[in-house]
């Protein structure tokens, strides 16, 4: 049973389980409300940055661990809330658990908030009755994911900088060098390598019509911020660069470790394997690492063993192994604890390998880029030379 269900009325009318995250819907029979709808709990309204998040999980699972009730926690740490953010969180799920529901129902109430993985997480957790297991989980992969993307933020610090330079750069040469060729090259326009007529092309395009460069760059950037801002377009976007080398390899590896450790956190706290497996397949995000899940949990409910719906997958050797053993062994949560380690020392190798190879790529882009122009103008300009010699 979990937390949130010991401080549940006991007075009810009728009740209504959410199937998916364990939420409660309630009707006080006293006051003859109605049931209350899952949808009108969710608030779009309510945003938290990750280290904001991060520190709301950590206080919470302090105070469960030194063994304050669940309502209780809530109330205190309203009191102690650090932003206006924060408060606003957990009076949302201070009301939430009141009302009934489980603490990972009012989790999900807040999608801009919490990450989906945390939801699943307390979910099982609550399930099997581990719930501070599961919020130390929790607050593991989100400082793992905050401390990731502060790896790669600050890698993409360097390259960013130097993008922005070439653009300023080309966007110079483009505006007041190529002009004062141009006169000279299209006397004879039909003789021009292609590559010449594409970089006067440019030249004049920039010249005459500035407002539409202007308008494509202001959209290239707002494309780039909703992709920055919509989950929807985030997770797109993730999955297409998880098929790109290296950074791919990256991505997949992160989402593949948070979904065998959350694999392994459930099978420990006894909740039943294909329980445990639809959290893993929705902590997953890529479509096709979901898929992976999907057919895993078609076996296994069929009675085969695990291991056979992931081998020939694009998934680690070791994993696959891991696996065999720790079914052939009985202690498969075990070895999906270790696997999950070993991931996590995957995903670092393959951060180390991205950031060692962006740096001199940026270089390459750059100065190709540099290099085309250049050589574009001179190369007409050294065969007329030629002629003239």
């Not at 309502?71 to 809330?81: K, S």
Request: net charge positive; with cysteine; hydrophobic share 45%.
């Amino acid at each position: 049973m979990s937390l949130a269900t010991a401080f549940k009325k006991k007075k009810r009318k009728t009740d209504d389980v959410n199937p998916s995250y364990g939420g409660v819907i309630s009707a006080d029979s006293d006051k003859g409300s109605a049931v209350l709808n899952n949808d009108a709990l969710i608030d779009l309204r309510i945003k938290l940055k990750p280290k904001e998040a991060l520190q709301v999980l950590i206080q919470m699972n302090a105070m469960l661990e030194a063994g304050v009730p669940l309502l209780a926690a809530l109330r205190t740490l309203i009191e102690h809330a650090q932003t206006p953010g924060a408060e606003r969180v957990l009076v949302k799920l201070t009301t939430i658990v009141e009302g009934g529901h489980d603490l990972s129902f009012g989790f999900q109430c807040m999608p801009n908030s919490f990450p989906n993985y945390v939801v699943h997480l307390i979910a099982a957790g609550e399930q099997s009755g581990a719930l501070d297991e599961s919020l130390g989980r929790s607050i593991e992969l989100m400082d793992k994911a905050i401390t990731l993307g502060a790896k790669i933020r600050g890698t993409l610090m360097y390259p960013g900088f130097l993008m922005f330079m070439t653009t300023v750069m080309t966007t110079g040469i483009l505006y007041f060098l190529v002009p004062k060729f141009e006169g000279l090259m299209m006397k004879k326009p039909e003789l021009l390598p292609w590559t010449t007529k594409i970089v006067l092309g440019a030249s004049q395009t920039l010249r005459a019509q500035p407002e539409l460069v202007l308008g494509c760059f202001g959209l290239f950037i707002a494309a780039g911020i909703f992709v920055v801002k919509s989950k929807k377009a985030r997770e797109a976007m993730f999955d297409v660069i998880s098929h790109v080398p290296v950074i791919g390899d990256l991505i997949f590896k992160a989402y593949l470790s948070r979904s065998v450790g959350t694999l392994a956190l459930t099978l420990e706290s006894g909740v039943p394997i294909l329980t445990g497996l639809e959290h893993a397949r929705q902590v997953a995000q890529l479509p096709r690492l979901q898929a992976h899940w999907e057919k895993t949990a078609a076996m296994v409910r069929d009675g085969k063993p695990m291991y056979t719906a992931l081998q020939g997958e694009d998934l680690p050797p070791a994993l696959i192994q891991m696996i065999i053993a720790g079914e052939s062994s009985g202690s498969l949560d075990a070895s999906l604890r270790k696997a999950a380690v070993f991931l996590d020392r995957e995903t670092d190798a393959a951060l180390n390998a991205f950031t060692s190879l962006l740096g001199p790529a940026t270089v390459v882009i750059a100065g190709g880029v540099v290099g085309f122009i250049v050589i574009s103008l001179m190369t007409p300009i050294l065969t007329m030379s030629k002629y003239i010699g």
